[in-house]
């Protein structure tokens, strides 16, 4: 398997709809308390811009526009992202971390 066919696997399988299932998640707490904490919202934005970001690269992918290489290092990025397994942040660090 390519890490091309690795990545969009990766994406579609697990990181998306974990982040879709936390939506979810976050959404139900707000409907049962009937009010949305600074958090809760910060969180939701936070999720809601890196799912599209990571559905952009899955279009990408689909239109020929990832190259291999840049598929091996989103990769090992998501794959070390994953081994962290925090569900505040899915395990993904910030940038400005890295």
């Known amino acids: 398997m390519s890490h091309i066919e690795k990545l969009e696997e990766l994406l579609t399988k697990s990181v998306i709809p974990d ?18 904490t600074q958090d809760a919202k910060e969180e939701i934005e936070e999720l809601r811009e890196f799912k599209s970001d990571l559905e952009d690269v899955v279009e990408d992918i689909k239109n020929g526009d990832m190259e291999e290489e840049e598929a091996k290092e989103l990769v090992a990025d998501i794959l070390a992202a ?10 993904f660090k910030d940038e400005e971390e890295n």
């Open 19 to 36: 982040i879709t299932e936390r939506l979810d998640e976050i959404f139900e707490e707000i409907a049962g308390s009937k009010e949305a």
């Open 82 to 91: 994953q081994e962290c397994d925090t569900e505040e942040d899915f395990g």
